[in-house]
């Protein structure tokens, strides 16, 4: 069974098509990245504007890699939410015209279980249940993942989500957008413990998260610097920062596996693309005798296959959805 994935949530027009749910035939992202930086952030505008221009363009282009043509396609999976609004329309649109030309089903997809879906495209043995992280430029999650299509929140994140700290501390040092990778590697010339930021856990038995506040108090910190004239370290400050945020994120997730008795963690999403998180959740998940699994770094960004992947297990569990689906900017993960 071919599925084509189209994701256009975000800065990333992509396009994947894969078999029988978990095997990746291609992957196509035309990232507007470069488009963006110079704005410091996401114009939602422009993106809108870029996967118009460049959508049609990236389907030819995953097409022949993947070495078929449109009648090939059985099902067309389709991003439609979380995300900008105008962004997922060029998706959603161009979607639901191509399944009514090729009389195929269509399905909808939430971005964010498209996250977890990278994990059983990167490891064929992984299936649920499992308890997971998913971590992106917009959402921060605690699951229990106890089917294909059933995902139950324990946490999330009241204010800002972690990637969205990265990406505002990230531009407050100065380190341009996306913020994330930028942080992590100014981070490896720091030191972690030269300023101690608060870690939020918010209530004793809380698995939601705050990084608002974190985010506050690296802009106050640079500013005090400032104002008393001091250097400041952007290396140490990074370091710092990416701690205090890992510090949060690895005591929740290992506090959730340990509650579930869970024996498999699952991390995701643009911020699962960050080493020293991957690193120490992994050492910590293994004290635990809890295997850990993370997708590629082609994987833990924004993609299509992911999409695709959500998609085909969505469809084999509910059948196709309509052709009169709308797009979700603040879809929320199904409670299962
Ligand atoms: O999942 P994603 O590609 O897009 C959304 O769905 O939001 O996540 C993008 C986020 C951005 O905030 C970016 O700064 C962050 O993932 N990110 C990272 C790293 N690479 C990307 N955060 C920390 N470390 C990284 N290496
Ligand atoms: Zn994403």
Redesign the pocket.
């Known amino acids: 069974m071919i599925t084509l994935g189209i994701e256009s ?2 800065d ?1 027009t992509a396009v994947s098509v894969i078999e029988d749910g978990r095997k990746i035939l291609s992957n196509t992202v035309f990232s507007q990245i470069k488009t963006h930086a110079k704005y410091g952030g996401v114009v939602p505008e422009i993106a809108s504007r870029e996967h118009l221009q460049a959508i049609n363009y990236v389907v030819r282009e995953s097409l022949a890699e993947a070495n078929i043509d449109f009648d090939d396609i059985d099902l067309i999976a389709v991003t439609m939410g979380p995300g900008l609004v105008g962004a997922l329309l060029v998706g959603m649109s161009y979607a639901k015209g191509l399944a009514l030309a090729l009389d195929k089903p269509l399905i909808g997809v939430n ?1 964010m279980e498209g ?1 977890v879906a990278a994990n059983y495209l990167a490891h064929p043995d992984l299936e649920p249940p499992f308890a997971s992280l998913i971590v ?4 921060t999650y605690l699951v229990d993942v106890t089917s294909y299509t059933d995902y139950k929140v324990i946490g999330q994140t009241r204010d800002d989500a972690a ?2 700290a ?2 505002k501390v990230s531009r407050v040092l100065g380190l341009g957008y ?4 930028a ?2 590697k100014a981070a490896e010339k720091g030191n972690p413990q030269a300023i101690d930021f608060p870690r939020v856990m918010l209530e004793k038995d809380s698995y939601d998260f705050s990084f608002s506040g974190l985010k506050t108090a690296v802009t106050n910190y640079l500013h005090n610097q400032k104002q008393k004239d001091v250097e400041i370290d952007i290396y140490d400050t990074a370091a710092s920062f990416q701690e205090a945020v890992l510090d949060v994120l690895v005591e929740k997730s290992v506090r959730l596996v340990k509650e579930l008795g869970r024996d498999k963690f699952v991390l995701s ?3 699962a ?3 020293p ?1 991957r690193e120490r959740l992994e050492k910590e998940m293994s004290e635990l005798g809890v295997k850990t699994y993370f997708p590629p770094l082609s994987l ?3 993609n299509a296959a992911m999409i695709a992947c959500a998609g085909y297990y969505n469809y084999k569990e509910f059948g196709p959805g309509d052709l009169d689906i709308n797009v979700y900017p603040n879809l929320g993960l199904r409670k299962g």
């Not at 992106?136 to 959402?139: E, F, I, V, W």
């Open positions: 949530s975000c990333e971005h996250h992106s430029g917009g959402h990637g969205e990265f990406d996306p913020g994330g990778p942080i992590q999403g643009g911020v693309a960050n080493k998180l833990s960004t924004d």
